[in-house]
């Protein structure tokens, strides 16, 4: 989080990168007239919070009383789904675990929502120094993910015909699909890359045999496979932590996705985020507990070992392989700070681990050998890169 306040991804400096540019001079008036008349009052005294340059949110006074939440998206090629995502995550969460959707316009692409005031973040605490905080932080808002999953399953269906409303018929950008994309195209990106005379990665190989998995990966993780809610973007930074509990914040990428795909964001740990160091094992496999409780609630059999040890080998190839197109590009192109303004890992550094980790996995599940081949060759490949091994997050140092 860049700032305690309740916008605070950063995906300039995180997961899949952002596709907009800062905003444009007018965009702050532009916006407040927008909430003005997406809610039917007058907003004033705009201040920016810090976030996203995919859109402006500007905290505003409302002249109802109080203050509001105003985030406005662009009108290029993400905006629309990116503000549909938004509009219909807040709808079908409800004002419990995240903002309340006060109001909304697809013309202007305008989110207005309560003001959960300021705060840190779980990324804060994970920066921090106190380990008993920290601890605690993650356990509650692995928690808290799980609770907003399972409160949200009875309205699975009302979030697609609420986001389709949102649309307005354009088109939907989904996160979900580009993430299947990305990892059955794995194979062909591993082979563009090696073939590149200035990637330094000339002996990489790509295994035979890797297509199918890699098929088998994008089904396991499909949306269709023990579906749940989720925000999409659950980096320890996009939330408030707050006297009530956690809350979430950024529904941007919120979207019906497997189970699998959080639970394993949790263990991996945060695919898509700038935050990312090892968690002590013993915290790392409670975190994962606290969320499993909540979604097997809802999806019983995920209670099975078997099952959710398959599933979440699947999730994590398929978050790694996803972090290739956006992570590795930097990697290859210099060795700079995930975040430079804050504690953080080196792109190098970062992707090696997420091979690392993927590696494991597989070796323990025993499955998938030609993915099991394709991670070991980008360790090998990499090995000149001399990076550090990724420490323990500060809290737990």
């Not at 504690?343 to 996995?361: C, D, G, H, M």
């Amino acid at each position: 989080m860049l700032s305690g306040s309740q916008e605070t991804g950063d995906p300039a400096a995180s997961g899949p990168p952002a596709s907009g540019a800062a905003p444009a001079t007018g965009a702050v008036p532009e916006a407040v007239a927008a909430g003005s008349a997406a809610l039917g009052r007058t907003l004033s005294g705009p201040v920016k919070l810090a976030g996203s340059d995919r859109s402006v949110v500007l905290r505003c006074r409302d002249s109802g009383g109080g203050t509001v939440v105003v985030k406005r998206y662009p009108g290029d090629e993400d905006g629309p789904a990116s503000f549909a995502a938004e509009a219909a995550g807040l709808a079908v969460t409800g004002g419990g675990l995240a903002p309340e959707l006060l109001a909304a316009d697809p013309a202007s692409l305008t989110v207005v929502m309560s003001d959960l005031g300021s705060g840190p973040s779980v990324a804060d605490v994970l920066l921090g120094d106190s380990a008993p905080d920290a601890s605690r932080a993650l356990l509650d808002w692995a928690g808290a993910c799980g609770r907003l999953s399972a409160g949200a399953a009875g309205r699975l269906a009302d979030f697609d015909t609420v986001k389709s409303r949102y649309l307005a018929g354009r088109p939907d950008e989904a996160y979900g699909a580009w993430l299947r994309e990305r990892v059955l195209t794995a194979g062909e990106q591993a082979a563009r890359l090696a073939a590149r005379p200035d990637s330094g990665l000339a002996c990489l190989r790509v295994p035979d045999g890797l297509t199918a998995e890699l098929r088998t990966v994008a089904g396991t993780v499909d949306a269709a496979r023990f579906p749940i809610f989720s925000p999409g973007d659950i980096c320890p930074d996009n939330n408030l932590i707050t006297s009530r509990g956690i809350r979430f914040l950024d529904f941007e990428s919120a979207a019906v996705y497997s189970a699998f795909l959080d639970a394993a964001y949790i263990r991996m740990p945060f695919a898509t985020c700038w935050c990312v160091y090892r968690l002590p094992p013993a915290l790392a496999a409670a975190v994962e507990s606290a969320y499993r409780e909540q979604v097997a609630g809802v999806h019983p059999e995920l209670a099975d070992d078997g099952i959710w040890a398959a599933g979440l080998t699947c999730a994590i190839a398929a978050w790694t392989l996803s972090s290739m197109y956006w992570l590795l590009p930097r990697a290859l192109a210099g060795d700079g700070e995930m975040h430079p303004e804050r504690k953080s890992p080196r792109f190098r550094q970062l992707i090696r681990y997420r091979w690392q980790v993927l590696a494991a996995e597989l070796d323990r599940a025993g499955g998938l050998p030609a993915l099991a081949q394709l991670a070991d060759s980008l360790l090998a490949a990499t090995g000149a890169w001399a990076a550090d091994e990724l420490p323990l997050y500060p809290a737990f140092r």
